[in-house]
């Protein structure tokens, strides 16, 4: 059982940054993909970023191209979202999420391409 932590999430004019964290409870990255998922006010989950268990591919959201960027680091087993030139549709609660994958460069992109969830922290962008 993988269990993931959120944190990092606040309140943020725009224009600024944040940088959100997801603590694993194992050491997960040898054996999934790691992602950030957004869910905004009256809207559907949606994928923001995400990075394969090598940490050889890397894929962003339309959305948050060239704002938006996702890291790991294997010794704290924990994956980063660095958030910038936020706005306020930026505004949701983002969820951590692991996905098993058998292959070393495979990043989901969908909500259902994702196994275990984190329980979510709210970024609020205010304009």
């Known amino acids: 059982q993988v269990q993931l932590v959120e944190s990092g999430g606040g309140l943020v004019q725009a224009g600024g940054s944040l940088r959100l964290s997801c603590a694993a409870s194992?050491?997960?990255?040898?054996?999934?993909?790691m992602g950030w998922l957004r869910q905004g006010p009256g809207k559907e989950r949606e994928f923001v970023a995400g990075?394969?268990?090598?940490?050889?591919?890397?894929n962003y959201g339309d959305s948050v191209k060239g704002r938006f960027t996702i890291s790991g680091d294997n010794a704290k087993n924990t994956v980063y979202l660095q958030m910038n030139s936020l706005k306020p549709e930026d505004t949701a609660v983002y969820y951590c999420?692991?996905?098993?994958?058998?292959?070393?460069?495979?990043?989901?992109?969908?909500?259902?391409?994702?196994?275990?969830w984190g329980q979510g922290t709210q970024v609020t962008v205010s304009s």
């Open positions: 194992r050491r997960t990255f040898s054996n999934y993909a």
């Open positions: 990075i394969s268990w090598s940490g050889s591919s890397v």
């Open positions: 999420a692991a996905a098993r994958s058998p292959s070393s460069y495979v990043v989901p992109t969908t909500t259902h391409g994702y196994d275990y």
